[in-house]
């Protein structure tokens, strides 16, 4: 079974631009969720996402968005961005039925901003 | 809010040898603890602690969670270079959220 697919892989923009990341989960994982990875925050969550609707969000502005399509791929999108966006953005899918489920990760996509 | 403090920050062994990683949270709801292995990208999924399952083993790595004094530690027997990684770990609360810890880095020389 295909693991959790984030492209793109690397990313450069300039301050000020926006960003489009993509994620495709593990086959019949619906819930995605999103973190952001720095070397001085560490892991924080974004938001999460199940059955094309937002859960949950993390304590992110609202430059940060999401969505979820109804196949359970999922998009964030950071706009108006900032030189502290760069980071390792993760990608996480899980089976959610009802019980708590393991989040699975993909590779992530490197944003840096210049 | 969740909070998770794990430590070592760092650990600098031999192979052969045992290493065990500290992990100790506060959180609302407690739901599971999760260790994870991040060697160059993903975070890999290694154990979920809950509370009808506190003790976990997988080959080399076992885990334990003590729910009454709120930590859990994460045993690796025998060290080999391969080993050599970032270990998280994370608790699901509440909130439909992990909340990670700044992580061990445990390097695993010859």
């Known amino acids: 079974k295909a693991g959790v697919t984030q492209t793109p892989r690397y990313l450069i923009k300039t301050r000020g631009q926006q960003v489009t990341l993509s994620c495709s989960p593990i086959?019949?994982?619906?819930?995605v969720s999103w973190y952001q990875q720095t070397p001085g925050q560490g892991l924080q969550f974004l938001f999460e996402y199940f059955s094309e609707t937002q859960r949950n969000k993390g304590n992110f502005p609202g430059r940060f968005s999401g969505r979820q399509f109804s196949n359970s791929r999922s998009e964030m999108n950071v706009s108006t961005l900032e030189l502290g966006d760069s980071a390792l953005y993760l990608c996480?899918?899980?089976?959610?039925?009802?019980?708590?489920?393991?989040?699975?990760f993909g590779n992530g996509t490197r944003l840096t901003v210049t | 809010e969740d909070k998770v403090v794990q430590s070592p920050l760092s650990l600098v062994v031999h192979e052969g040898d045992t290493v065990t990683l500290n992990c100790s949270y506060e959180v609302t709801n407690f739901r599971s603890l999760l260790w994870y292995k991040q060697e160059k990208k993903a975070p890999t999924f290694l154990f979920m602690l809950?509370?009808?399952?506190i003790e976990k083993k997988s080959g080399r790595l076992s885990s334990i969670l003590d729910k009454k004094e709120l930590f859990s530690i994460l045993n690796i027997t025998a060290t080999q270079t391969g080993d050599s990684a970032v270990y998280l770990c994370?608790?699901?609360?509440?909130?439909?959220?992990?909340?990670f810890g700044s992580g061990t880095q445990l390097t695993v020389l010859p």
């Open positions: 994370a608790v699901a609360g509440s909130a439909r959220q992990l909340t």
């Open positions: 809950t509370s009808s399952g």
């Open positions: 086959s019949g994982h619906r819930s």
């Open positions: 996480a899918s899980s089976l959610d039925q009802g019980e708590w489920s393991p989040l699975h």
